[in-house]
T-cell receptor, first 112, second 113 residues
Framework: DAKTTQPTSMDCAEGRAANLPCNHS???????VYWYRQIHSQGPQYIIH???NNETNEMASLIITEDRKSSTLILPHATLRDTAVYYC?????????????FGQGTTLQVKP | KAGVTQTPRYLIKTRGQQVTLSCSPI?????VSWYQQTPGQGLQFLFE???????NKGNFPGRFSGRQFSNSRSEMNVSTLELGDSALYLC????????????FGPGTRLTVL
């Protein structure tokens, strides 16, 4: 079973920041938080991951709470092409990452 | 660098037949994982291979099997196809040095009639 809880759907206006929350209250000390997205009928795309520190890359920022029980993915300036299903996944680090347990994800609709 | 490739992209089979799907990982990646995606069950992990050995297995019947070759290419096989096997089958590759991210292919769309 997925170890995360996400809202089923969210809307965001184009050009605004999209903030996608995720609850992972049962996360263990050595588990990472991963974010992937899937645009309709394509393979999932890796976005970002982190252990306990906030992370930023060219696509997004990941904010993890101090107790690590929840996190937020931030797309700073959402575009129509960011419309997708976003998956928050908790899993092991790089030593054993072959098995990802996907939940239902959040369908983000970016509107003009 | 070329991405993960999967062949064929689309496949139509009938119940009772068997099917083999192929996945070529990104060059240098030794881990290959397979997933099944259906509208009802979402994305479900099938199995993972690393250096020709199955390292993780999901909760699927024995009709689903896989293997990995010495060049890291992987195949998965489904025998005695059922209607419920109709799905998008996704392959992902990763490297121990990639920091944990998996790179997914475009998938093979299997339809069982």
């Amino acid at each position: 079973d997925a170890k995360t809880t996400q809202p089923t759907s969210m809307d965001c206006a184009e050009g605004r920041a999209a903030n996608l929350p995720c609850n992972h209250s049962t996360i263990s000390g050595n588990e990472y938080v991963y974010w992937y997205r899937q645009i309709h009928s394509q393979g999932p795309q890796y976005i970002i991951h982190g252990l306990k520190n906030n992370e930023t890359n060219e696509m997004a920022s990941l904010i993890i709470t101090e107790d690590r029980k929840s996190s937020t993915l931030i797309l700073p300036h959402a575009t129509l092409r960011d419309t997708a299903v976003y998956y928050c996944i908790v899993g092991p680090g790089s030593s054993n990452t072959g098995k990802l347990i996907f939940g239902q994800g959040t369908t983000l609709q970016v509107k003009p | 660098k070329a991405g993960v490739t999967q062949t064929p992209r689309y496949l139509i089979k009938t119940r009772g037949q068997q099917v083999t799907l192929s996945c070529s990982p990104i060059s240098g990646h030794r881990s290959v994982s397979w997933y099944q995606q259906t509208p009802g069950q979402g994305l479900q992990f099938l199995f993972e291979y690393f250096s020709e050995t199955q390292r993780n297995k999901g909760n699927f019947p024995g009709r689903f099997s896989g293997r990995q070759f010495s060049n890291s290419r992987s195949e998965m096989n489904v025998s005695t196809l059922e209607l419920g096997d109709s799905a998008l089958y996704l392959c992902a590759s990763s490297s121990r040095t990639s920091g944990g991210e998996q790179f997914f292919g475009p998938g093979t769309r299997l339809t069982v009639l």
